[in-house]
């Protein structure tokens, strides 16, 4: 049965960093492509990052280039995504999700996930 179990969040300062992990027991993890969502309060989800079966491939969201980084290992059947520089906007629950197939493409949003974990809360505040 597939399990997807994320840790690392927390109460952050603004410019801090925190360094999410998505445990992923009960298949075989590297054969799927996996990603990031978050639902920031009020508001509905939003992918942030994707990446594919082999770790090679990755897509991240405009909001967070250059400070959120997506990366796996198959041997821990592990995701991660270490966040840098957070923004209070960068608030709210992160999900760790599986994606149905191996590559990024097509990617037809969230509807292209088909399992999910129950999620981590990441609060960035000062």
């Known amino acids: 049965q597939v399990q997807l179990v994320e840790s690392g969040g927390g109460l952050v300062q603004p410019g801090g960093s925190l360094r999410l992990s998505c445990a992923a027991p009960?298949?075989?993890?590297?054969?799927?492509?996996m990603g990031w969502v978050r639902q920031a309060p009020g508001k509905g989800r939003e992918w942030v990052s994707l990446?594919?079966?082999?770790?090679?491939?990755?897509r991240i969201l405009g909001s967070v280039k250059g400070r959120f980084t997506i990366s796996r290992d198959n041997d821990k059947n592990t995701l991660y995504l270490q966040m840098n520089s957070l923004k209070p906007d960068d608030t709210g629950v992160y999900f760790c999700?599986?994606?149905?197939?191996?590559?990024?493409?097509?990617?037809?949003?969230?509807?292209?996930?088909?399992?999910w974990g129950q999620g981590t809360q990441v609060t960035v505040s000062s």
């Open positions: 999700a599986k994606r149905e197939g191996s590559a990024l493409d097509p990617f037809r949003g969230l509807e292209d996930f088909d399992w």
């Open positions: 990446i594919n079966s082999g770790g090679d491939t990755t």
């Open positions: 009960g298949f075989t993890f590297n054969n799927y492509a």
